[in-house]
RNA sequence: UCACUAGACUGCG
């Protein structure tokens, strides 16, 4: 039963919860770690109907089971049924299931319910603190979460990254570069990981800090940090907005994994720089590989075309957008593609792609 | 063997 539910958790971060779902039903004996497991792979993966069903059919269910449901409609900003299963709960309430809700009410700009639980909750564990301190950041209160960043102990890289990456959502970017520094020279134990670097990579793109990109560059090869695919596309982003693109280029070709955002960082990193047609052109190859485009993809390519001034190349990525990859434009690609008709002088074009939006234009 | 907290690529202004 140890194997099936470790295979069963295995489809689920891959997430192919067809066969996950196909190994539950066939599997003579499951506990209810194998529920569990296949509840939390459905959260992870959206379809939290699903998950409930399945919640709904437990005869047992733990305080695992519980936190795995609760935390799933905190995410997807439920508050009210996350509350009301949270009420409704029967057993220990651990710090895991109060973590959840503090950042759901936060994600929701709930703050003051955020700190109210937070204020309320009988044991609070580092993830407490850290969720707090995001709650805050995410809200646009920086010095208060700074405060309880400096009132906690036993700080964790989440802490760190929470508050880092907090300065760099309000603007504060020098802070950010600031605090990284201070995390990095304090003999702590705790070293940046990926995600601390990736958040202070686009702070350095943000403020075209290149030399201290380059440090982290340099740091990641030090300490042999695999440059994974999002680590790659954060340091390929970060030398376009630097200016330096044709880095940008080396990097990307030298990745051997190259995940969407990697292409997008590339595509968007040559658009900014000016160089349209490189940028299509990659766009391009991203296609003649097969790899799959998403929305943001997409506003490389019309920022390109924008740049550019290559009108029907934008209008037929445009339209392709939603014709041949489903992926439904919105605000920021209606901005681009007015922004390019208006330039090129085609103002009628222009508003007549406004009226055609199907939001209200902000 | 299962649940919580940080996340880069996101137009113009």
Redesign the pocket.
């Given at each position: 039963?140890?194997v099936v539910?470790?295979v069963l958790?295995m489809y689920t971060v891959f997430g192919d919860l067809k066969s996950a779902q196909r190994l539950f039903d066939i599997s003579p004996n499951l506990?209810?770690?194998s529920w569990?497991?296949l509840i939390?792979g459905y959260v992870?993966s959206g379809a939290i109907k699903l998950a409930r069903s399945l919640f709904d059919k437990m005869g047992e269910r733990?305080?695992?089971?519980w936190?795995?449901m609760i935390?799933g409609y905190a995410?997807t900003g439920s508050m009210d049924v996350a509350q009301s299963l949270f009420d409704r709960m029967p057993i220990c309430r651990?710090?895991?299931?109060w973590?959840?809700m503090i950042?759901g009410y936060a994600k929701c700009g709930l703050l003051s319910l955020a700190r109210k639980l937070f204020d309320e909750m009988p044991f609070r564990?580092?993830?407490?603190w850290?969720?707090m301190?995001?709650s805050y950041a995410?809200n646009g209160e920086v010095e208060l979460a700074r405060s309880l960043f400096d009132k906690m102990q036993d700080k964790?890289?989440?802490?760190w990254?929470?508050m880092?990456?907090g300065y760099?959502?309000n603007n504060r970017g020098r802070n950010a570069l600031g605090l990284f520094k201070e995390m990095v020279q304090t003999r702590n134990g705790i070293r940046p990981?990926?995600?601390?670097l990736?958040?202070v990579?686009?702070v350095c793109?943000?403020l075209a800090a290149l030399d201290q990109g380059k440090w982290i560059h340099a740091y990641i090869g030090r300490n042999k940090m695999r440059l994974s695919d999002?680590l790659g596309?954060?340091l390929i982003?970060m030398y376009a907005k630097c200016g330096c693109v044709h880095t940008s280029v080396e990097i990307f070709w030298k990745l051997d994994h190259k995940n969407?955002?990697t292409w997008?960082?590339l595509i968007?990193g040559l658009a900014?720089n000016g160089l349209a047609h490189e940028a299509l052109k990659t766009f391009e190859e991203m296609q003649r590989l097969k790899a799959k485009p998403n929305s943001?993809t997409f506003?490389?390519v019309l920022?390109a075309c924008?740049h550019g001034g290559l009108v029907e190349d934008g209008l037929r990525h445009f339209r392709s957008m939603s014709k041949n990859y489903d992926i439904q434009p919105e605000?920021?690609h209606y901005?681009?593609v007015?922004?390019l008709l208006a330039r090129a002088g085609l103002l009628e074009e222009a508003q007549e792609m406004v009226r055609s939006m199907s939001m209200k234009p902000?």
């Open positions: 039963i140890f539910n470790t958790k506990d209810i770690v569990n497991t939390d992870k733990n305080e695992i089971t936190t795995a935390s995410k651990n710090p895991v299931t973590n959840s950042s564990n580092t993830a407490s850290n969720a301190i995001s995410h964790d890289v989440f802490s990254s929470c880092i990456s760099a959502q990981n990926e995600v601390t990736m958040s990579l686009s793109g943000h999002n596309a954060a982003d969407v955002s997008n960082a968007t900014v943001i506003l490389g920022m924008c605000m920021k901005g681009c007015v922004d902000d």
